[in-house]
């Protein structure tokens, strides 16, 4: 057997093509490490330290731009489709981290292991966004979940906690059962788990006609379904989100929800012209089912943390018929929408988190009455985010939605669009209830006041509310990025 | 080299276990170990395929699937011991401080 030949010149693109993620592990790496070292006081430098990680990966993607670069023989692939998703993770993750300074003060969860749990899960993801083999996005997909599993059940004392972890742990280890299973098939089918190769042979008819490749690609999109908490295999989302410490809701509701529909994208924009129109009507079932079901169960929630984890299943469905179609205006769209959704989704659990103080009794949206005239400045943060959420100008989340149905009509989905703007106009209904409750009703008589942020907390709070306004008047650029991001992917 | 059908049907009866452990049991322990069966389920497919083939890829994933597994179940029985230090039970009908 001749030795096997390393290439230098290969290795060294294969490693940069990977530079954002090895930056990433490489802090959380670091995090455990001066956890050791660290007394006990001082343990606040950790997120300081997981703050300069994560910006000097975002730096490395700006850097970087977004040529095609393809490394470890096309396992993965550093393009416009992963830059873009690379940046909503990685400002997914900053917010968070930059909200971590208050929030673990509070609930004492500034532990190394919280920093570096975040930071993996983050770097799974980015690879998820990146992976063009389905071995890539498999491992993602792990790396991303196992410690958001770990995450979810951080307050190991409380009930809800520990409770939502292991619903959450059970349901997502069944769906990685589901992809997994999906890979296999069509590995048997076609003999390759790369997705480029795939789509070629999905040109041919036989291979699409396949009914094991058909079970395979199903199995396949369950497995991510599970992941972005699509109907009806979202059972675990309220649970796992109204259990969770605040902080990791608001990073799994934006970050892993981006990184499951990157891999979505990736899957179905190539193999889609293959599969037309056998997977397009499926997918025009689940973002209608999902839309309509995330809606309806909103409507009836008094918890904010609940009503706001059914509203992520809804956004989903919004996110989801862009998709549909399988074409470039959707896509982009949909990249958009995913964007906005990271900003103002963890914009609306920060203020949430702020007047809440306590973990579940604090949810109560009776604790909210009245907050509106007496902290005016979160009153207002927290309407702007909601007003988003339910798609009203002038906000980005009227352009999101905006783009999406356009999309949909151009394709000739109008009835899929009217169902989207229907659904949209019931959401408004629970979002404004809410401010409603802030402006409107009197305050309990022993309301608490909500907590004092920190410096980074109110940063975080005001890039996200700068990034809700400014994308609502001037989204050019971000949907022209978007585009060619989409455009990257194709060719 | 064997036709891989037979591997296949083995491995989509060891799946088919898997799943219906998960969907009948209540023991929260028992479910973790029927996620197993389905890893497993998965994994015969894949040798299967890749010793067919002669393509080392099927067997690779196999050792992924195999160190992922390995990792998920350190996660879950560590999950399954906090709950039960709260509850005393790892029934997960009776988990319902949440609602279901």
């Not at chain 1, 670091?30 to 006081?41: M, T």
């Not at chain 1, 999109?221 to 109204?242: I, N």
């Not at chain 1, 009776?366 to 005239?373: L, M, P």
Request: proline share 4%; charged share 10%; net charge neutral.
């Amino acid at each position: 057997m001749a030795p096997i030949a390393i290439d230098a010149q290969a290795l060294l693109q294969s490693t940069y093509s990977i530079l954002p993620e090895i930056l990433v592990v490489a802090t959380a790496l670091f995090v455990l490490f001066v956890d050791l070292i660290l007394p006990e006081e001082n343990k606040r430098v950790l997120c300081g330290v997981s703050i300069i990680g994560v910006a000097l990966s975002l730096f490395a993607v700006f850097s970087m731009g977004p040529a095609r670069i393809s490394g470890f023989s096309g396992a993965v692939v550093h393009d416009g489709l992963g830059a873009f998703f690379e940046i909503v993770i990685l400002s997914a993750c900053a917010l968070t981290l930059l909200m971590a300074t208050g929030y673990s003060e509070w609930e004492g969860t500034h532990k190394g292991e919280f920093y570096s749990l975040l930071l993996l899960s983050t770097s799974g993801m980015m690879f998820m966004a990146k992976g063009t083999d389905l071995m890539t996005v498999f491992l993602g997909l792990e790396t991303l979940s196992i410690p958001i599993y770990v995450l979810v059940g951080f307050h190991r004392n409380r009930m809800s906690s520990i409770e939502g972890a292991l619903k959450y742990f059970l349901l997502g280890a069944f769906a990685s059962g589901f992809l997994l299973y999906g890979i296999a098939l069509i590995y048997a089918v076609s003999g390759t788990t790369k997705i480029p190769q795939l789509a070629a042979m999905l040109l041919d008819a036989s291979l699409a006609g396949n009914p094991m490749f058909l079970a395979g690609a199903g199995l396949l999109l369950v497995g991510l379904a599970f992941k972005v908490s699509l109907v009806p295999f979202h059972m675990w989302t309220p649970d796992a989100y109204e259990g969770a410490p605040t902080l990791v809701t608001a990073f799994m509701s934006a970050a892993v929800k981006a990184a499951a529909f990157a891999a979505l994208i990736r899957f179905l924009l190539l193999a889609l012209p293959g599969m037309q129109p056998a997977m397009g009507k499926i997918l025009w079932i689940l973002a209608v089912l999902t839309m309509t079901v995330g809606n309806l169960s909103a409507l009836r929630q008094d918890n904010v943390k609940r009503m706001l984890a059914y509203s992520s299943i809804a956004h989903a469905g919004y996110i989801l018929v862009g998709m549909v179609s399988g074409d470039v205006l959707g896509g982009q769209a949909s990249l958009f929408y995913l964007l906005v959704y990271a900003f103002m989704n963890i914009g609306a659990f920060g203020v949430v988190m702020l007047i809440a103080q306590k973990e579940d009794e604090g949810y109560d949206i009776g604790n909210f009455a009245g907050i509106g005239f007496r902290y005016p400045v979160l009153g207002a943060l927290l309407t702007l985010f909601l007003v988003s959420l339910g798609g009203i100008p002038p906000t980005a989340g009227f352009i999101g939605k905006f783009y999406l149905f356009s999309a949909a009509v151009k394709n000739g989905y109008i009835g899929l669009a009217v169902i989207g703007v229907l659904n949209s106009a019931v959401s408004i209904y629970y979002y404004l209830r809410l401010v409603v409750y802030m402006y409107m009703m009197p305050a309990g008589a022993e309301a608490p006041a909500p907590r004092p942020p920190r410096v980074a907390f109110s940063l975080a709070l005001c890039a996200s509310a700068a990034v809700v306004l400014v994308l609502g008047i001037l989204p050019r650029s971000v949907l022209e990025f978007a585009e060619r991001s989409v455009l990257s992917l194709l060719m | 080299m064997m036709e891989p059908s037979a591997y296949l049907l083995l491995s989509g009866i060891l799946f088919g276990i898997g799943v219906a452990g998960v969907v009948a049991r209540k023991n929260a322990l028992i479910v973790i170990m029927s996620v197993e069966i389905m890893l497993n389920g998965v994994n015969v497919a894949f040798i299967a395929v890749g010793s067919h083939l002669g393509d080392p890829t099927g067997s690779v994933f196999a050792f992924m699937v195999m160190t992922v597994a390995a990792a998920e179940a350190a996660v879950g029985l560590a999950i399954l011991i906090a709950i039960f230090r709260l509850k005393e039970t790892v029934d997960i009908t009776e988990l319902s401080v949440l609602k279901w």
